[in-house]
């Protein structure tokens, strides 16, 4: 139903936290569960199936990377690790592990209520969806069926390295995807750590999309961790006909 209040879980040991996360989102008209461990989580999670989760890594009773794998493996709502551990290998492992952001607290709240809205947003596209659709925004046109690309209606020719990058930044548009991630689906297993042919794809890949490396409004750069790309699927009341006529 469209009016039905999004539902958030929040799994986190500290009762300070869930309280000011629980008002902060209630005022914002959330409905709002807690989990003070993860297994409690784990079960809360089967039983109201929230729209999106709050997970802290730091559980009493078991790790709560183990609690990421175990939600991910049912389902693929939306989950923000919300932790103190600010390591650039702990951010690396949650978002390799299925996390679609980290916050490392202490965080501001309405940093942490938009990162919840831009998720919930591109949750409620990707379901409007079909498989195969098209991304639009910023100018781009991008079509995974045909494995073709407009800027401003003119054709972009890519590489077969620098399309196999986008189409996967597309597939996961507006999460961060590792640079490990893409390394190995791209380039292969053995080459999980050469960042540096990453990097000169993306270079090349902002200056064919128009993408300004100091605003980065397409492609963001998440510093040490991978890249995201904030681009919508196309919706499925879209003139979609028409606008690929006229770029043909």
Not at 42 to 63: C, I, Q, R, Y
Not at 137 to 154: A, C, F, K, Y
Request: net charge negative; with cysteine; aromatic share 4%.
């Amino acid at each position: 139903m469209p009016n039905e209040p999004h539902r958030i879980l929040v799994i986190d040991d500290e009762p300070q936290i869930r309280r000011f996360l629980r008002i902060s989102l209630v005022s914002q008209g959330f409905v709002v569960y807690e989990a003070a461990n993860g297994r409690e989580g784990l079960m809360l999670a089967l039983k109201e199936v929230p729209d999106l989760v709050l997970l802290d890594l730091g559980l009493p009773d078991m790790d709560g990377q183990a609690v990421l794998d175990r939600l991910r493996a049912r389902s693929q709502m939306p989950i923000i690790v919300v932790s103190v551990r600010g390591q650039e290998g702990e951010k690396v492992r949650a978002l390799d592990h299925g996390a679609n952001d980290y916050v490392t607290k202490p965080f501001g709240i309405q940093e942490l209520l938009a990162r919840i809205r831009a998720l919930l947003r591109l949750r409620e596209v990707s379901q409007e969806i079909s498989e195969g659709q098209r991304y639009r925004g910023n100018g781009l046109v991008i079509d995974p069926v045909e494995r073709r690309v407009w800027r401003n209606g003119s054709p972009v020719h890519l590489t077969p390295k620098e399309y196999a990058v986008l189409e996967r930044l597309c597939r996961h548009s507006g999460r961060v995807v590792t640079q490990t991630q893409l390394l190995r689906e791209v380039w292969g297993p053995s080459h999980a750590d050469d960042t540096h042919y990453l990097r000169i794809v993306i270079s090349k890949l902002r200056q064919k999309l128009g993408d300004d490396p100091a605003d980065q409004s397409l492609l963001q750069t998440e510093a040490g961790i991978g890249y995201r790309l904030m681009i919508e699927p196309e919706r499925a009341d879209d003139p979609a006909d028409d606008e690929k006529e006229t770029l043909s």
